[in-house]
T-cell receptor, first 110, second 113 residues
Framework: AQRVTQPEKLLSVFKGAPVELKCNYS??????LFWYVQYSRQRLQLLLR??SRESIKGFTADLNKGETSFHLKKPFAQEEDSAMYYC????????????FGKGTHLIIQP | SQTIHQWPATLVQPVGSPLSLECTVE??????LYWYRQAAGRGLQLLFY??????ISSEVPQNLSASRPQDRQFILSSKKLLLSDSGFYLC????????????FGPGTRLTVL
């Protein structure tokens, strides 16, 4: 069975500092990985997905199959980045739902 | 554009009472639909998904059931609520491919007393 682990429940960094939110997954096949974000009083929404290989709001994430990781990174944190971040995996069943990690609450201090 | 609605936004129900949460999607046809739950201290857990009218798959055994009476309507129900059913319930839709984004509704906060 697939599993997604986000080891940090809470991460607090100062504005301008680099940010790395960790995500490790367990799945024997080739998964699709996503990062979802939920800002205060807003809906859960997609931030980025590994297949797109894009940078959204300065965030990037690289899928490392050897380490089974999909860490989210940003070189310079901004206060508006404060939010809950969820790493998620789709095992490729098509209609199957996402397997989420427990989330990391990111707080950017001024 | 596509939108997804959920109601009610919050609900407080006594133990043993029935439950009906509704989710509707606009602006798309034949979406895949999902129900997730976030309980205190836990991540989002997939409860049910549906690829079409009347087609429901359950991910975990539980006190809840789901139905899809219309293409863009997804209902979460219970005949008798338990304390452990308390949580934040999210409905989502997607286009169905494994790389498709899932779009989430605003959620329903359920408290069972």
């Amino acid at each position: 069975a697939q599993r997604v682990t986000q080891p940090e429940k809470l991460l607090s960094v100062f504005k301008g500092a680099p940010v790395e939110l960790k995500c490790n997954y367990s799945y024997s096949g080739s998964p699709e990985l996503f990062w979802y974000v939920q800002y205060s009083r807003q809906r859960l929404q997609l931030l980025l997905r590994h297949i797109s290989r894009e940078s959204i709001k300065g965030f990037t994430a690289d899928l490392n199959k050897g380490e089974t990781s999909f860490h989210l990174k940003k070189p310079f944190a901004q206060e508006e980045d404060s939010a809950m971040y969820y790493c998620a995996l789709n095992s490729g069943g098509g209609a199957d739902g996402l397997t989420f990690g427990k989330g990391t609450h990111l707080i950017i201090q001024p | 554009s596509q939108t997804i609605h959920q109601w009610p936004a919050t609900l407080v129900q006594p133990v043993g009472s029935p439950l009906s949460l509704e989710c509707t999607v606009e602006g798309t046809s034949n979406p895949n639909l999902y129900w997730y739950r976030q309980a205190a201290g836990r991540g989002l857990q997939l409860l049910f998904y549906s690829v079409g009218i009347g087609q429901i798959s359950s991910e975990v055994p539980q006190n809840l059931s789901a139905s899809r009476p219309q293409d863009r309507q997804f209902i979460l129900s219970s005949k008798k609520l338990l304390l452990s059913d308390s949580g934040f319930y999210l409905c989502a839709w997607s286009g169905g491919r494994v790389t498709d984004t899932q779009y989430f509704g605003p959620g329903t906060r359920l408290t069972v007393l």
